[in-house]
């Protein structure tokens, strides 16, 4: 079952109109979020996956900080929930805690869908990204490093407004060179 834990964007990507159209980040209040995940168990659910326009920024709004490992440690104490998945973590502020949580939590899943979006510095700040292609990859190095088994799923976008034949072939790259 999907499990939203917030609704809204505060990111101001340049191709995106989620702000617009779903307004700012608002978060779930957590006991929320544990009281209707232990209801899709009692009715048979085995698998959860959390998803919100951005993973990352859960509980700012509410908690004034990120809580992101601490639901998914919440979570995963939840009994007979086998799985959890977390989906549309943002990779710009990632928070790193959210991997000691994963790796050290078997009913987390090693499987992170993190949209990425480009592999070129130019077209990261043309996109509106807040990030570089090498802070990406330290990023997904730094990922890997603490969940060696993980799965990362993403998304690419390739005919972004100003994107050249040259970003398209840096993007082309930054995929080679990260799926080895």
Request: glycine share 6%.
């Amino acid at each position: 079952a999907y499990l939203k834990i917030a609704e809204g964007c505060d990111r101001p990507c340049s191709f995106c109109a989620i702000p617009l159209m779903r307004g700012n980040h608002v978060s779930k209040p957590m006991e929320d979020i544990i009281t209707e995940a232990k209801s899709l168990v009692r009715n048979g659910t085995k698998e959860i996956l959390l998803i919100a326009q951005d993973s990352t920024y859960y509980g700012l709004d509410i908690y004034k900080k990120r809580k992101l490992a601490e639901l998914l440690e919440r979570l995963s104490d939840v009994p007979g929930l086998e799985w959890i998945r977390l989906h549309y973590a943002f990779p710009t502020g990632f928070p790193m805690d959210v991997l000691s949580v994963m790796a050290n939590r078997s009913n987390i899943c090693n499987y992170l869908d993190i949209p990425l979006q480009h592999g070129s510095t130019r077209m990261l700040e043309l996109m509106r990204r807040g990030t570089t292609r090498q802070k990406t990859e330290q990023l997904l190095n730094e990922i890997r490093s603490q969940v060696p088994d993980i799965a990362i799923r993403t998304t690419l976008i390739a005919g972004h407004p100003g994107e050249t034949e040259k970003e398209f072939n840096e993007m082309m790259k930054f995929v080679e060179e990260s799926t080895r």
